[in-house]
């Protein structure tokens, strides 16, 4: 069954020591801790990705944050980017609630499944090209479960760049790369909507590179990709 081999996966995840500098990395932030989550228990592990199995919206964004998913232990949450991913999922029905604090908060997303390229949180935001490679067979292993995605929110360009160095494997095919535009939707034959956002980092929301209509307006576009197909 498909929970059993989604399961077994956040298993393997969690447990993966596949890039030892990394393991090395989270750890010690888990320890180090930021002064305002002295008193939280770090996760320090990889982080898994949550959500919905059958759901017709997948985002993918590039990795947990040093003391938002590597401490809370949930994709986007306890973080900027999450609160404000999460707020907007709830604004447009994927999600019970408008915010993402820790893993016991109640939030239960509804025809959607967030993950990201990278499951450890990378220093300075910024994995290596090995390090993408390496955790390049989970992301695999969760588009093949995924039968009933009819979107794929793209949140990035290094999310970006890595979808697409696995689009092959993923659908069987080669494309051509389209060049990185916010709002851009791109689809092929047997493959779902794909489309483009910057992420919705703090750095990205403070300076109005995306703002709150512009993110709206991103899902304006998927609401309607998903009510006609």
């Given amino acids: 069954m498909i929970e059993d081999e989604f399961n077994k996966l956040v298993n393997n995840i969690i447990n993966c020591n596949r890039c030892p500098e990394l393991i090395s990395y989270i750890r010690s ?21 949550y959500g919905d199995l059958n759901a017709e919206l997948v985002v993918l964004g590039l990795a947990p944050a040093a003391h938002g998913g590597n401490r809370t232990g949930r994709m986007f949450t306890g973080d900027h980017s999450g609160n404000f991913l999460v707020k907007t999922l709830h604004k447009f029905g994927f999600a019970n609630q408008p915010y ?25 935001n910024k994995p290596t090209k ?13 588009f093949e479960l995924l039968k009933k995605c009819k979107c794929v929110l793209i949140l990035g360009v290094t ?9 092959e494997k993923i659908y069987g095919f ?11 939707i791109v689809k092929y034959e047997h493959s779902p909507y794909i489309v483009l956002s910057y992420h919705p980092s703090k750095q990205n929301t403070q300076t109005k590179r ?20």
């Fill in 29 to 49: 932030v888990a320890l180090k801790k930021k002064k305002q989550y002295k008193d939280w228990d770090y996760w320090g592990k990889p982080v898994p990705p």
């Fill in 100 to 124: 993402s604090i820790d893993k016991n908060d109640g939030l239960k997303l509804i025809n959607c499944y967030l993950t990201a390229s990278i499951k450890c949180a990378p220093p300075k």
């Fill in 130 to 142: 090995d390090e993408l490679k390496n955790c390049s067979i989970y992301l695999l292993k969760e």
């Fill in 159 to 167: 999310a970006y760049d890595n979808f697409f160095e696995l689009f």
């Fill in 174 to 184: 080669k494309v051509k790369k389209p060049k990185f535009q916010h709002g851009l």
């Fill in 210 to 229: 995306l703002t709150q209509n512009m993110f709206d307006d991103i899902f304006n576009k998927i609401l309607q990709i998903l009510k006609v197909n």
